[in-house]
């Protein structure tokens, strides 16, 4: 199985800073990555999909990049209804995987 | 609006059996691969299985390999899940899943998920 490795867990963060969220695969996945947010009490929301398509709706301070193992998450210029857990997911290969999360606290 | 719509979840005891569907609207179902993500509540997300537009390819997690089964019907738009031998670790809340495309198992549209308890 691929296992895909989240960091940090958590990061505290005030509005209008930019936050990277990092995700290395124990193996090459190529740029099939994908990118959730999750409030409490709500379903994931798609943000990125590979290789870097920002998904429908969603604001363009959030940037996926990255190939091979290591790929990163960016949001610039916090809003304040970002703040919520980040998630990626490696959709290379059965079984799909996901990063344990990153909660994204304000500071 | 595409939307995804989970049933069937409740209490159950170890051991038993449950089966969960999910309804899709506003997409045409038939067209896309689905998927069952499970999540404990305030936990990470895992995967357990997914189904492709015919059904002709079929894929789980080793967690619950040999006691689930997921299956479609596309006349009907919906998706299952039949869950047997449960175990407490399956407690969790369920969610539908769909593909955002053909051979992109990214998922753009979520259910709202449905709760499954396994306790005596």
């Known amino acids: 199985d691929i296992a895909m490795t989240q960091s940090p867990s958590s990061v505290s963060a005030s509005v209008g800073d930019t936050v990277t969220i990092t995700c290395r695969a124990s193996q090459d996945i190529s740029n099939w990555v994908a990118w959730y947010q999750q409030k409490p009490g709500k379903a994931p929301k798609l943000l990125i999909y590979a290789p870097s398509g920002l998904q429908s709706g969603v604001p363009s301070r959030f940037s996926g990049s990255g190939s091979g193992t290591d790929f990163t998450l960016t949001i610039s210029s916090l809003q304040p209804e970002d703040f919520a857990t980040y998630f990626c997911q490696q959709a290379n290969s059965f079984p799909i995987t996901f990063g344990q999360g990153t909660r994204l606290d304000i500071k | 609006e595409a939307q995804l719509v989970e049933s069937g979840g409740g209490l159950v005891q170890p051991g038993r059996s449950l089966r969960l569907s999910c309804v899709g609207s506003?997409?045409?179902?038939?067209?896309?691969?689905m998927h069952w993500v499970r999540q404990v509540p305030g936990k990470g997300l895992e995967w357990i299985s997914g189904i492709s537009w015919g059904s002709g390819t079929i894929n789980y997690a080793d967690s619950v390999k040999g006691r689930f089964t997921i299956s479609r019907d596309n006349a009907k738009n919906s998706l299952y899940l039949q869950m047997n031998s449960l175990r407490a670790e399956d407690t969790a809340f369920y969610y539908c899943?769909?593909?955002?495309?053909?051979?992109?198992?990214?998922?753009?549209?979520w259910g709202r998920g449905t709760m499954v308890t396994v306790s005596s």
């Open positions: 899943a769909k593909d955002i495309r053909l051979g992109d198992d990214a998922f753009d549209i």
């Open positions: 506003g997409f045409t179902f038939e067209d896309y691969a």
